[in-house]
């Protein structure tokens, strides 16, 4: 009788198995993230496009710079990152106009994350774009041309883009994450900065499906 009761018992915690191996998704939607309708376009091409949209100014965004950093450096070869700079207002779009001009010069990944340190651990006053350029100068441009590159039309096109994108992704605060113009998500509804990167992840899989799938 024993024997009997055992088997039973094990047979039964088989059956339960592969309920068990299938928990939940860590991330829910309408919860950690959420569907941005309608999809906005991208142009990564036959990449998924991740973005950070951020301000320099933002403390958040500057705290969640090394999760990226660390993330940036296992992502996927069919994933393109890009940060993106918000411009909701005149001042910080003096700072969108800095990442811009950076970008144009050719200086951006030697500037991105000291100028953030400027900002947040110097705690240097930039109270108009010509502090910002005589800042830049360290990095072989001379003033005028950090302005002229900072009110150019290629610039301006771009600032004017994100103005336009901006709304359309539903995104009200800094840092927030696009994936591929479909999925958005903050620090917050991911639970903090620790779980961005495996979210990232996540619906980068999700896209990557959907991708497949012809959706």
Not at 21 to 33: I, M, R, T, V
Not at 84 to 106: D, H, I, Q
Request: proline fraction near 5%; charge should be neutral.
């Amino acid at each position: 009788m024993r024997l009997a009761i055992g088997s039973l018992f094990a047979f039964a915690m088989l059956l339960a198995l592969p309920a068990c191996a299938q928990p939940l998704d860590k991330f829910q939607e309408g919860k950690h993230y959420f569907v941005i309708d309608p999809a906005q376009p991208t142009s990564s091409g036959n990449k998924i496009e991740v973005l950070e949209v951020f301000m320099y100014t933002c403390p958040h965004c500057y705290d969640l710079e090394p999760y990226l950093e660390k993330w940036k450096a296992t992502k996927a070869e069919d994933v393109a990152y890009s940060a993106f700079p918000a411009a909701w207002n005149e001042p910080v779009e003096a700072f969108a106009r800095a990442f811009y001009a950076a970008e144009t010069l050719g200086i951006l990944e030697a500037s991105h994350e000291k100028f953030f340190a400027a900002i947040h651990k110097e705690q240097k006053p930039f109270r108009a774009i010509e502090d910002v350029a005589e800042w830049y100068t360290q990095f072989g441009v001379t003033k005028e041309q950090f302005l002229s590159a900072a009110n150019s039309f290629a610039v301006n096109t771009k600032i004017n883009r994100a103005k336009a994108m901006v709304p359309r992704w539903g995104v009200a605060g800094t840092p927030s994450v696009i994936v591929d113009g479909k999925y958005r998500f903050d620090v917050t509804s991911a639970g903090g900065h620790q779980n961005v990167g495996e979210l990232i992840d996540f619906l980068v899989a999700k896209q990557r499906v959907a991708k497949k799938a012809g959706s």
